[in-house]
């Protein structure tokens, strides 16, 4: 026995009832509680629910379940019957084609004035697919933007498409191109194809992967750098120091006139009390701040290897799993 308490807040709801066909709606209020129970499909039971008719071609063979699940072995064909190389009569395009939820929730049994529903593949609408064929137009077929690998055709392909798609290994992943020099149409391959990875199906701001060890090397020579400009900069300022400490005590003797007798010592030139007050002022600010801020400069900048750029410390750029060419 079904447990009405648990299912009663379950029941087919009016807008899944009016995916049925005109018969099942009229006879479905008749039904008590136990028996549309049932037909929900609770406890792995047999699910009564508005399954499409597939529109089918001679050329294919269809293995469908009760629940809007399909295998199709056939040719080629993204659409209806007229559509990719099945359509127009190329041989060696044969495809077999999984799909669950065709016409994904508008999935109806027929539509309003009693006519039976048959549909098409549809590859932007289909709830979820895994489509393999040996010919085909892979990227148009799904709607892909070309990126920088762009749309090759006809080729050998796979395409999978759901709302959500996890692929999952317990060892690891191996994303692998070029592994042949021919492809399976015999054609030769002149090129090494990369990976396009394309979030949101926008290739207007694509830009290359970077190679981490390449970049770490890079990192390392610029920080270099940098500290030896910081040391120059600061022995600048050293000597930039001692030359205004002399300039700002310095004497001279001082003489008569030139005339038409040669020039007399008459004294000595006492240091100038504005230069010595600036100098005082600017050794001060050099003490102060300059020279804290040229050894905290050279501070980080050896944290900086060590937190970026020393693998296995802090937050290292290169990753610990992840590799690309």
């Known amino acids: 026995m079904v447990n009405h308490e648990k299912y009663k807040n379950k029941i087919i709801d009016k807008n899944t009832i009016q995916q049925y066909s005109d018969f099942v709606q009229s006879q479905w209020d008749k039904l008590d509680e136990e028996t549309r129970a049932r037909l929900e499909g609770f406890g792995g039971g047999k699910k009564y629910e508005p399954v499409p008719v597939y529109n089918k071609s001679?050329?294919?063979?269809?293995?469908?379940g009760q629940?809007?699940?399909?295998?199709?072995l056939g040719r080629d064909r993204p659409g209806s019957k007229a559509t990719g190389f099945?359509?127009?009569?190329?041989s060696g395009a044969g495809s077999i084609d999984i799909c669950v939820g065709r016409a994904s929730r508008e999935?109806?049994?027929?539509t309003k004035d009693g006519k039976i529903l048959s549909v098409d593949n549809d590859f932007k609408s289909d709830a979820a697919r895994i489509y393999i064929s040996q010919k085909t137009t892979i990227?148009?077929?799904?709607?892909?933007?070309?990126?920088?690998?762009?749309?090759?055709f006809p080729r050998s392909a796979i395409g999978m498409k759901a709302d959500l798609i996890r692929i999952i290994a317990r060892e690891n992943i191996k994303l692998v191109t070029r592994t042949d020099d021919i492809n399976s149409q015999s054609g030769a391959i002149g090129v090494i194809g990369g990976i396009d990875?394309?979030?949101?199906?926008d290739d207007k701001d694509m830009q290359p992967l970077v190679k981490?060890?390449?970049l770490r090397e890079m990192l390392f020579y610029m920080l270099k750098d940098i500290s030896s400009v910081t040391q120059m900069l600061h022995d600048v300022v050293l000597t930039q120091q001692v030359?205004?400490?002399?300039?700002?005590?310095?004497?001279?003797?001082?003489?008569t006139p030139p005339g038409p007798t040669p020039p007399v010592p008459i004294g000595v030139a006492a240091p100038s009390v504005e230069l010595m007050s600036g100098v005082a002022i600017k050794g001060a600010k050099t003490m102060v701040q300059d020279y804290p801020s040229h050894i905290s400069s050279v501070i980080n900048q050896i944290m900086l290897r060590f937190k970026y750029i020393t693998p296995g410390i802090g937050s290292y750029i290169c990753s610990d799993a992840n590799n690309t060419n």
């Open 107 to 110: 999935a109806k049994e027929s």
């Open 197 to 201: 990875l394309i979030a949101g199906n």
């Open 86 to 90: 099945g359509g127009d009569a190329s």
């Open 58 to 64: 001679d050329c294919e063979e269809v293995i469908s």
């Open 212 to 214: 981490g060890h390449n």
């Open 139 to 152: 990227d148009k077929n799904f709607g892909l933007r070309p990126g920088f690998q762009g749309n090759a």
């Open 243 to 255: 030359f205004e400490t002399v300039l700002a005590n310095h004497t001279h003797i001082v003489t």
């Open 67 to 72: 629940n809007n699940t399909w295998i199709v």
